[in-house]
């Protein structure tokens, strides 16, 4: 089946610290990949996203590239800020006939000053 | 950018009765809309995808006749929470995509609704 793996949070970084949150995925078929983001009190907002393999998403600073080997996309921020806390959520979409996003469990981000 | 309103953010209710829920899409034209229920510390799940002016398409497990989806026009959708109970209480939220794009979804804020 198709799904998607997440690292549990809450992570807790201070501000300027190297950020990665692990993000694996199992599906039929070849999806593309995306991370998103939500605020507090706030939709989700897509953040990045690949298409295809060796691809690299790129947003705000962060990053995360498509590795069809590993079946992984990790999200990376070379230094966070306090206004990077928020929950990440992992997804790919796939076309089962009609095309579906399947979500990771989401890990919170606290950055402190 | 595309901007998606739900109403209401947040509904309390007794069990048994029905909740309507509004997702909007405020400056776009959304062919489809995406019904997700969200619980504590977990997932978004996918209860159904509804198309503009044909009946939504439910996953598996989630009741049609509990869970009313109504898609009449390209900027909103409802869901209607029928006899609801308790278990019913969660977080939903819909998403909805730009005419003609099928990899951009656009979230609403979210609807939180407790049945007591």
């Known amino acids: 089946g198709n799904s998607v793996t997440q690292m549990e949070g809450p992570v807790t970084l201070s501000e300027e610290a190297f950020l990665t949150i692990n993000c694996t995925y199992t599906a039929t078929g070849y999806p593309s990949l995306f991370w998103y983001v939500q605020y507090p009190g706030e939709g989700l907002q897509l953040l990045l996203k690949a298409t295809k393999a060796d691809d690299k998403g790129s947003n705000k600073g962060f990053e995360a590239t498509y590795r069809k080997e590993t079946t992984s996309f990790h999200l990376e921020k070379g230094s966070v800020q306090v206004s990077d806390s928020a929950v990440y959520f992992c997804?790919?979409?796939?076309?089962?006939?009609?095309?579906?996003?399947?979500f990771g469990a989401g890990t919170r981000l606290f950055v402190k000053a | 950018g595309a901007v998606v309103s739900q109403h209401p953010s947040w509904v309390i209710c007794k069990s048994g009765t029905s909740v309507k829920i509004e997702c909007r899409s405020l400056?776009?034209?959304?062919?489809?809309m995406f019904w997700y229920r969200q619980f504590p510390k977990q997932s978004l799940m996918l209860m159904a995808t509804s198309n503009e002016g044909s009946k939504a398409t439910y996953e598996q497990g989630v009741e049609k006749d509990k869970f009313l989806i109504n898609h009449a026009s390209l900027t909103l959708s409802t869901l209607t929470v029928t006899s609801a109970h308790p278990e019913d209480s969660s977080f939903y939220i819909c998403?909805?995509?730009?005419?003609?794009?099928?990899?951009?979804?656009?979230f609403g804020p979210g609807t939180r609704l407790t049945v007591l």
């Open positions: 400056d776009f034209q959304a062919t489809t």
């Open positions: 998403s909805a995509s730009l005419a003609g794009s099928t990899d951009t979804q656009y």
């Open positions: 997804a790919l979409r796939i076309d089962t006939g009609g095309f579906k996003t399947i």
